[in-house]
């Protein structure tokens, strides 16, 4: 099971390496890759928890993809989805931020709180995200969905729609508590990480606000 997330997690690098330097996606890759994880969550469940929490900063983005990826299927597992579905999920999970890939990196990994100006080259990633997914050809359509719906909130304050809570599709209700947890729990150059409880105390105060109230309250569990 190691030796397959280390795979994992390389091949998910080179992906997302590949997008910033102009390249497609390799949707095969990205599915055979996720396909990897739900055999490995479903038979290991477990120890694929345990090596989400193994990160290096320096590939914050590609571990914390494969890390909303693996959490993404854990947790869809236990919402009783069945084994196509948890692949479907997986492959939001994997694919939510490659918009990242078209922000510059020094906005990406600033050490720093954004200026106003950077924040909204930031909140692009949604949009390059769900372009990036558009123009690659035999992907799943709820990944495109997911990319640029992830920042979406229950109340209507997120971006980069302001859609209502009823606008916003299951799957990505599931990748914003999912994504939220892996950026709380990691150590970023400008936070301290929180501790698996503390986090799941934002995503308990959050309900009904920033997050569906009842994934947010089965996520917690």
Request: aromatic fraction near 6%.
């Amino acid at each position: 099971s190691y030796r397959a997330f280390r795979q994992a997690r390389s091949i998910t690098k080179s992906l997302l390496d590949e997008i910033r330097l102009g390249g497609a996606i390799d949707s095969e890759a990205a599915k055979s890759t996720v396909d990897d994880c739900v055999q490995s969550v479903i038979r290991h469940p477990d120890a694929m928890m345990w090596m989400a929490k193994m990160r290096e900063t320096r590939t914050y983005t590609s571990d914390h993809c494969l890390n909303v990826c693996v959490l993404a299927i854990a947790f869809g597992r236990q919402l009783g989805l069945d084994e196509q579905d948890l692949r479907k999920l997986g492959l939001c999970g994997l694919l939510h931020d490659v918009g990242k890939m078209r922000v510059p990196e020094e906005i990406v990994d600033k050490p720093a709180s954004l200026t106003p100006k950077e924040f909204k080259l930031m909140q692009a990633h949604t949009v390059h995200g769900r372009n990036l997914l558009l123009s690659t050809s035999n992907i799943y359509t709820g990944a495109i969905d997911v990319a640029y719906s992830h920042h979406e909130r229950m109340d209507g304050c997120g971006y980069p729609r302001k859609l209502p809570g009823s606008g916003i599709g299951r799957f990505a209700r599931i990748i914003a508590i999912v994504d939220a947890y892996d950026a709380m729990t990691a150590h970023r150059c400008y936070q301290n990480a929180k501790t698996s409880t503390q986090a799941l105390k934002v995503i308990y105060a959050e309900r009904g606000k920033q997050f569906d109230a009842d994934l947010a309250l089965e996520f917690i569990k």
